[in-house]
């Protein structure tokens, strides 16, 4: 056994997915950093390993109870590990968002500042002092009755239950009530109760028609059902229920998600009349600090909440004083990590993922915790370059406070700063999982085998080339949207374009909802994204189709050059186990043919349906073909155990005996795209699918392996290669938010020459991007900013990546320019 003043982190043994026996020994009270190329097992390392095992010991330590479930969820696959402390995890994943968390909520500054009204806030004359709870919409206190707290309320009217009143009800003229059996019910009723169901629905009376639609009346009257197809039915009580109550009743109740949706198709969304979209009681909202309620002050950037607050401590007494300056010292941690724009009532699903983490972050450095392990996945990401070093002060405070901090990491500026590297390689898959490096920064000049190495020690001036010529241009005029306004863009096509600037300038505002939405309503679909590249179980995508958004700009010029448009955004390939890489890209139903055509598959009349895992017959009915058994915790997040019968493997015993040149089904879809790109050499269908991933530097992921697992840069290069394999015609203008996210430098490598690659051919890329070497490497360059919030929406430079670095004005400028001349 090793000291207890041992000072260092001893894993033995790990095997987690492609570990090979790994021992590292990692020093506490540091920034460690932990690199590698994608797949290449740092994940597995930090995550599945380190922070599992903390994680386990934890729950040991609390309930005797969890100690069952940790047997069913499984230890991490190590030998041992000494000298752990307890560990936070800060990943990427995101948890399901709600439209009730909000920053407030997540930063737990919503508390405070309801605190702050409840104690100092200006009472209304015989009013009694309120509670804290009464100033939260999530509180029975504090909602307004209306509309539940949500601040919005679901309206249906004639025009959306009645989309063509030339029908008759019988002829299907309510287009909301459901089909089959019940709507004919519903429609026998209205016939018993004597309205006219043959007549065209505009010729009933206006108050018959409102009866009808509206009513919260249900009369019971006895039916008596027309004879059909010779069956005698007999006469039954049938209820009515109007329209509206029945569209209501499904969207707030139905388990159904298909019918939820069927149903929002039939409402509009509005701001609640009672309390404006505030979701407050009117009681709350007479209560003021500073002469502002708190939904003013919730709704304001943090920098200006901050100002308010200031000017309403001064002679608001000794309570103001203290619970202000704790919420000014807490604001100053969020605004400290680039994040003053965002404001406290701002829905937890609009951030984006480098945005969460931030914020969860700045709630952290408040905590006071010391003697802690934070692992933080890629802090870095969607981070522009100037506040990458805000965000190094802040990692650095934490290790000052007596923590240690492991973070995994591709952003170079990041790995300098560390006081101790750990590079995990040489390769993705099962060509990694080694511990190259183990030890400081500057001794892994010597490791030839790292993948890393060149990148953090001989800086490569981007290779001279160039700047293409643009065929054409798309001008955007008078573009007003969030805080983007009354700005004129133009893009060139034919070309690589970087959009770039620090969060919240309006990068993803300018390019992911303006300039895709404008393409998408020219192209008369929905945003590709919604259709091509989207999970069917999404269920935020239902809102925005039935009502596309108004593009956000004036007028537009130079549309009719572009006749594709296709974006490629973070968002997973699928919510659930049962979505994966082979599904998604639709080599699954060329393996499932193949399996099919089999001579044993034949002889037992197996169809190609037998060979998936979703649906009955072929699969393990244990699992339902997921391969796991979902194990809910209380008051912890539920966990995945592999499932028992099946052992992970998703089918039943007799569909395993099926081989296809000497493998089962479960085997191909353990195989890795790399094994399975020699496996399906002579297939040129499977080619295809598996030369595109192979080509965006996903060789290392295994067929199967389910959506959950994919990181958002895993699922955003799925997308291109499903993109990549089709064959294109016409002029597409590819959209891509971030594509370096989570990437290695040698990988950024690869995924660049693919985009250049679909410039060569005459398409057009235009990306979102904080990567200064990819913006080097482009035709032209849109800079926004120049800070984030109200202070930016602006385009502060525009033009070669030479013109942008020699610009005035915006935060991108010098760090381009280093990115193009060869220096440190």
């Given at each position: 056994?090793?000291?207890p ?14 570990l ?18 994608s ?27 969890a ?30 968002p ?8 997540v ?21 009694e ?5 009464s ?46 059996w ?82 929002e ?9 009672s ?22 002050l919730?709704g ?5 909440l ?23 010292a ?44 934070y ?53 993705a ?48 005029k ?9 700005v ?87 919510r ?75 089918y ?13 089904i ?33 060789g ?15 699922a ?5 290669a ?15 938010d ?17 985009l250049?690659?679909?410039?060569e ?18 035709d ?21 990546p ?23």
């Amino acid at each position: 056994m090793h000291s207890p003043h041992d000072p260092y982190v001893r894993v033995r043994g790990a095997q987690e997915h492609n570990l090979r026996s790994v021992d590292v020994d990692i020093p506490r009270d540091a920034l460690v950093v932990f690199t590698g190329v994608s797949g290449s097992g740092k994940s597995s390392l930090a995550f599945g390993t380190i922070y599992a095992e903390a994680q386990r010991r934890y729950f040991e330590s609390v309930a005797p109870y969890a100690r069952r479930l940790i047997h069913q969820v499984g230890a991490p696959k190590v030998g041992e590990i000494t000298g752990l402390p307890p560990a936070v995890s800060l990943e990427q994943r995101r948890s399901s968002p709600s439209s009730r968390s909000s920053v407030g909520t997540v930063t737990t500054l919503s508390n405070s500042l309801r605190m702050l009204f409840s104690r100092a806030g200006v009472h209304p004359e015989g009013a009694e002092q309120l509670d804290s709870d009464s100033f939260s919409p999530n509180t029975a206190a504090g909602a307004c009755p209306e509309c539940h707290g949500l601040g919005r309320v679901h309206r249906t009217s004639e025009e959306l239950l009645v989309p063509d009143p030339s029908l008759s009800v019988r002829e299907g003229a309510i287009a909301a009530w459901p089909g089959a059996w019940q709507g004919k019910n519903l429609r026998d009723v209205l016939d018993a109760l004597g309205y006219g169901i043959d007549r065209p629905w505009r010729e009933l009376e206006q108050k018959d028609r409102d009866w009808i639609l509206f009513t919260d009346e249900q009369p019971v009257v006895t039916v008596h059902p027309v004879r059909d197809a010779g069956r005698i039915q007999r006469p039954y009580q049938g209820t009515y229920m109007s329209a509206r109550r029945y569209v209501l009743h499904t969207f707030a109740d139905s388990k159904s998600q298909t019918l939820r949706t069927r149903a929002e198709r039939f409402l509009a969304s509005a701001p609640c009349p009672s309390c404006g979209g505030s979701r407050l009681r009117p009681e709350a909202l007479a209560v003021t600090f500073a002469g502002r309620t708190i939904a003013d002050l919730a709704g304001l950037p943090l920098t200006s909440l901050a100002e308010v607050l200031e000017s309403g401590s001064v002679g608001g007494g000794e309570t103001a004083r203290v619970l202000t300056a704790d919420l000014l010292a807490r604001i100053a941690t969020v605004t400290e990590l680039g994040l003053g724009y965002l404001s406290l009532d701002r829905t937890t699903p609009t951030l984006s993922n480098g945005e969460l983490q931030r914020l969860r972050l700045a709630t952290q450095l408040r905590s006071g915790l010391f003697g802690v392990v934070y692992v933080l996945d890629e802090p870095s990401a969607g981070l522009h370059p100037a506040d990458t070093e805000a965000l190094l002060v802040v990692l650095e405070r934490l290790k000052a406070a007596g923590n240690s901090v492991f973070v995994v990491e591709h952003h170079l500026d990041v790995v300098r700063s560390a006081d101790w590297l750990v590079d995990v390689g040489p390769h993705a898959g099962e060509h990694g999982g080694l511990v190259l490096h183990s030890g400081p920064v500057a001794d892994l000049a010597g490791v030839e085998a790292s993948a890393t190495r060149r990148f953090l020690f001989h800086r490569q001036a981007v290779p001279e080339r160039e700047v293409r010529t643009p065929s054409g241009w798309l001008g955007l005029k008078g573009v007003d949207r969030h805080n983007v306004r009354g700005v004129d863009a133009r893009f060139p096509l034919g070309v690589f374009t970087a959009v770039t600037g620090v969060s919240g300038s309006g990068k993803s505002t300018l390019v992911g909802q303006v300039l895709a939405g404008v393409l998408a309503e020219h192209l008369g679909s929905q945003p590709p994204d919604s259709s091509e590249i989207m999970d069917t179980t999404d269920t935020t995508a239902s809102t925005e189709s039935a009502s596309p958004a108004p593009p956000g700009c004036v007028s537009v010029e130079g549309l009719a050059a572009v006749q594709r448009l296709v974006q490629v955004d973070q968002r997973p390939i699928g919510r659930t186990p049962r979505s994966n890489l082979a599904t998604y890209t639709g080599l699954f139903d060329v393996v499932r043919k193949l399996f099919a055509a089999t001579d044993e598959a034949r002889a037992r009349g197996y169809k190609a349906g037998r060979f998936s895992f979703n649906v009955a017959g072929g699969r393990c009915e244990t699992c339902q073909g997921e391969g796991f058994v979902s194990v809910e915790l209380l008051f912890l997040p539920s966990t995945y155990a592999p499932c028992p019968d099946c052992d992970g493997d998703r089918y039943n015993p007799a569909t395993l005996e099926v081989r296809y040149e000497g493998l089962n089904i479960a085997e191909v879809l353990g195989l890795t795209v790399e094994a399975a790109a020699d496996f399906f050499a002579g297939v040129p269908a499977a080619v295809r699918s598996l030369r595109a991933l192979l080509d965006v530097g996903l060789g290392y992921l295994r067929l199967g392996q389910p959506a959950t697992e994919l990181s958002g840069g895993e699922a955003q290069r799925i997308k291109l290669a499903t993109e990549l394999q089709r064959l294109r015609r016409g002029h597409t203008l590819y959209v891509l938010d971030e594509p370096t996210t989570g990437l290695h430098p040698a990988d950024v490598e690869v995924l660049m020459r693919q985009l250049h690659g679909l410039v060569e051919a005459g398409h057009s890329v235009v990306v979102v991007e904080h990567d200064m070497d990819v913006v080097a490497g482009a035709d032209w360059v849109i800079d926004l900013g120049p800070g984030g919030g109200d202070e930016g929406g602006r385009i502060v430079a525009a033009g070669s990546p030479a013109d942008v670095a020699g610009a005035d004005g915006g935060p991108t400028a010098p760090y381009l320019a280093r990115a193009l001349g060869s220096g440190q």
